[in-house]
């Protein structure tokens, strides 16, 4: 039996949405037990929440057994799901979006990621829901190296030792951006590198 179920459909590369997956269990996900549920998604992403809380793929037939199941537009599975608790969160602008919340009578509280978001669909609908912004944790950012090179970029000015050093960069996971002003234009294959 799972605790806290999580589930969207979908997962992008980028998104709110999946900044909110993996923000909870950033937070969360130590002093609860989290499930992220999906269909199909982004792998990056994927890897990313699998960081912060357990991901299983949905297989159509599968049955959720949960305390909690938390989901936002997807409820597709809502009949293959059996909670004690069913909480649909709400990350878009209803009301602007024409988008219909689920109306199941099974859902047990509604959030809004947002005062706009809670307003709309309280006034349009007539739901009972509170404002519940999305989780964040504090990161302490690191610095980022900065590094300018004005030169030619000829075979004897180095550009193969400015690849290596790009590329040994990236491999010791060290932040960086290289800003290489030159005569000739030249496609570099390192994106910190402009």
């Not at 878009?92 to 947002?114: E, M, Q, S, W």
């Not at 550009?159 to 290489?180: E, Q």
Request: glycine share 6%; with cysteine.
């Amino acid at each position: 039996n799972l605790k806290n179920v999580i589930y969207f459909p979908s997962v992008n590369a980028v998104g709110g949405i999946e900044t909110f997956c993996y923000e909870m269990g950033l937070k969360y996900g130590k002093e609860y037990d989290i499930t992220f549920l999906f269909r199909e998604g982004d792998p990056a992403m994927l890897a990313k929440i699998a960081e912060t809380c357990r991901v299983i793929r949905y297989r159509p037939g599968d049955e959720i057994e949960c305390d909690v199941f938390i989901f936002g537009w997807g409820y597709d599975i809502l009949d293959h799901v059996h909670a004690k608790e069913y909480i649909q969160t709400f990350h878009a602008d209803y009301i602007n979006r024409h988008l219909n919340p689920c109306d199941d009578k099974r859902i047990t509280k509604r959030f809004g990621v947002a005062e706009n978001i809670t307003k709309g669909i309280v006034e349009h609908y007539g739901l009972d829901m509170q404002t519940m912004y999305n989780p964040y944790t504090v990161k302490k950012p690191r610095k980022v190296l900065k590094l300018v090179s004005a030169t030619r970029l000829t075979p004897e000015k180095g550009f193969d030792r400015m690849v290596k050093l790009a590329d040994a960069l990236d491999a010791a996971n060290i932040p960086f951006h290289w800003l290489v002003f030159t005569d000739k234009p030249r496609e570099f294959p390192n994106k910190s590198v402009t």
